[in-house]
Each structure stands twice: as C-alpha cells, then as structure tokens.
C-alpha cells in the first residue's frame, strides 16, 4: 500500500476511536435515561457543537473505508489501481454526502 494512504488509514483509526467510544456512550446514556428519538432530536437541534463532533466523525470513517475498500478491490478482486480507485472515490463521496446529510437532519432539522 502506498506510504500516505497508510498513514491516512491509520490517522483514521486513531481519529475514530475516540469518537466511536462517545457515540457509545451517548447511546448508553440516551437508552439507560429511557430517551425516546424526539427527546434527543430536541437536545440536538441547532448545536453546532454535535454537527462538528459528527462531522469529523463522518470524513474521518469516509476516508478511512474508501482506504480499505480500495485495498480490498485491488487484493482480493484484482482490479487495477486506477479502477480500485475510481470505485473507492465513489464510495468515499457517496458516504460524505449520506453522512452529511443525516446530520443535517438531525441538527438542522430535527
């Protein structure tokens, strides 16, 4: 694997951990408080804090697989570097726009 796309796979990583095990959290915390989707859409409308946190979260989990995606097409399915990476490019993008727009709804919308 190139040396970059290594790095950015594993700063990916890295980045994410922490993120997933807030998500977590947040998700332990809303069903242990019996908090229905309303109760959390409502403590989440308009907080730029929670569309940063998950935006970071969703570029960092679209590079991260469009990486690893593009490894697994290339290793396992042998297909070139070129067309391994126009279908990794598009996965990434097609994640990005769903993810960003999931939070949009949920922050802007709510």
């Known amino acids: 694997m190139n040396v970059r796309l290594y790095i950015w796979q594993r700063s990916t990583a890295a980045l994410m951990l922490p993120l997933i095990l807030v998500h977590l959290a947040l998700i332990f915390y809303a069903t242990g408080k019996g908090l229905k989707a309303e109760d959390i859409l409502a403590r989440t409308r308009g907080s730029i804090a929670w569309a940063s946190f ?32 126009l279908l990794a490019v598009s996965l990434g993008a097609a994640l990005l726009v769903l993810g960003f727009r999931a939070i949009a709804a949920v922050v802007l919308h709510g």
């Open 54 to 85: 998950y935006g970071i979260f969703v570029m960092a989990a679209a590079i991260h697989s469009a990486i690893g995606i593009r490894s697994i097409l290339i290793e396992w399915l042998c297909l070139s570097t070129r067309q391994a990476n």
